[in-house]
């Protein structure tokens, strides 16, 4: 998954001058040590295109250092520091404006995101590494990342698509967020591996990604007029040639560019025609007033009647082998106790069982998984419920399990 990158020498200067407040003491009148509050006081020392982007305007001053590192962000690939840098509201504002002109102008909006955009629903990342971090400052403390709900962004990104606004989502998480905020499957590229996918497991540092993905993220790179970089680290993984791309494009007037958005600086600010530094979260709720979207809340229920929901037993238009036929129809029976086989990816043809149904509805099922030589072992999986609506009205060109009778010689 990785790529070779080199670093182009830059020097990034951060000091800090900690304020204190004196004579403190506690309700007995006894001295206490004062809090050690920390006030930033430099900004960032880049070129105007690293802190800005290409359209950003000679008026905007650089960002504000916020959480200091000394560490790499990403040791081991193509990182800087792990600083992170916030602009001032009033620049802010200014860039969200410009971001919501390029969306609207744009004819075929691609978002690329990492795992910056899935911090503050309390799943952890690689990069952040500031004590003082702000991006996780308001995160809730989860039992387990499966219970991670969408945040302000995950449903902002929905409600763009809704609206014709965004056409494609390549996300590297796994944590089928943009999914539980209403995002539909078939618009959404998990190049890297999902939780929610049986076909699609997560993809180790070392792995290869899913070829069929892999074509899908080159056919929409060369489509994409303009990419959203939200949240990623562009450390040298394969996937970020999306954004790439698009930089590469607009500099010779056949696209509106790239937009990077997050706390800390990548090796690509410079090539980027736009440069937010702030909470993703923030520069979306911004963004949501510019454009005058209505949001979604709550939990994603699929549409495909609440009777067939209920059941768990689906038809959908595919064959028995889970291919779009015309005129050809099967039965997806989800029920607890129910077979269904693997149809792509690593484990293609891996039958499983239906083990029972999770509170928000997705559905656990266990494989039977050819470890290694012909060792088998059983591994529990989860399906996630929104692949329900995009098979039964045919979305996806095939489905990742299908039914198998019990008696089959496979199982």
């Given at each position: 998954m990785a790529q070779k990158g080199k670093l182009r020498p830059t020097e990034t200067r951060v000091t800090h001058e900690l304020m204190v407040e004196e004579n403190m003491s506690d309700?007995?009148?006894?001295?206490?040590?004062?809090?050690?509050i920390m006030i930033p006081t430099d900004r960032l020392k880049a070129t105007h295109a690293e802190t800005h982007g290409s359209l950003g305007l000679r008026s905007w001053g650089a960002p504000w250092c916020t959480?200091?590192?000394?560490?790499?962000?990403?040791?081991?690939y193509a990182t800087r520091k792990a600083n992170e840098y916030q602009d001032e509201p009033a620049v802010l504002s200014e860039k969200v404006a410009l971001l919501a002109s390029l969306i609207r102008k744009s004819r075929s909006c691609v978002v690329y995101s990492g795992a910056g955009i899935s911090t503050s629903s309390g799943i952890n990342d690689y990069a952040?590494?500031?004590?003082n971090s702000s991006a996780k400052a308001d995160a809730p403390h989860l039992r387990s990342p499966f219970n991670a709900s969408p945040t302000k962004s995950h449903r902002v990104l929905a409600a763009l698509q809704k609206k014709g606004h965004l056409k494609y989502w390549i996300q590297q998480n796994h944590d089928g967020l943009p999914q539980k905020a209403g995002y539909p499957q078939h618009l959404l590229n998990e190049i890297h591996g999902a939780w929610y996918d049986p076909s699609n497991p997560v993809v180790p540092m070392s792995g290869e990604l899913r070829q069929d993905l892999f074509q899908d993220l080159l056919e929409w790179e060369g489509k994409a007029d303009l990419c959203l970089s939200l949240g990623t680290s562009m450390c040298g993984m394969n996937a970020d040639r999306v954004a790439i791309s698009a930089a590469s494009k607009a500099k010779k007037g056949n696209a509106l560019g790239l937009v990077i958005v997050g706390l800390q600086q990548t090796q690509y600010d410079?090539?980027?025609?736009?440069?937010?530094f702030a909470k993703l979260d923030d520069v979306f709720d911004l963004l949501s007033q510019e454009l005058n979207l209505e949001l979604s809340e709550g939990v994603y229920i699929p549409d495909v009647g609440p009777a067939a929901y209920d059941?768990?037993?689906?038809?959908?238009?595919?064959?028995?082998?889970?291919?779009?036929?015309?005129?050809?129809?099967?039965?997806?029976d989800l029920r607890e106790d129910s077979r269904v086989k693997l149809t792509s990816g690593p484990h293609a043809g891996a039958f499983g069982e239906v083990v029972s149904r999770c509170r928000e509805g997705h559905y656990r099922i266990r494989f039977n998984l050819l470890i290694k030589g012909k060792f088998r072992a059983p591994h529990q999986m989860k399906l996630g419920n929104w692949w329900v609506e995009a098979m039964v009205k045919g979305l996806v060109p095939n489905m990742p399990v299908v039914s198998v009778p019990r008696d089959d010689p496979g199982l």
């Open positions: 309700s007995k009148g006894t001295p206490t040590k004062p809090p050690e959480a200091a590192s000394d560490e790499d962000a990403r040791p081991g952040t590494r500031a004590s410079g090539e980027s025609q736009l440069r937010i059941s768990s037993v689906f038809e959908v238009p595919y064959n028995s082998d889970g291919e779009q036929v015309t005129g050809e129809k099967s039965i997806l």
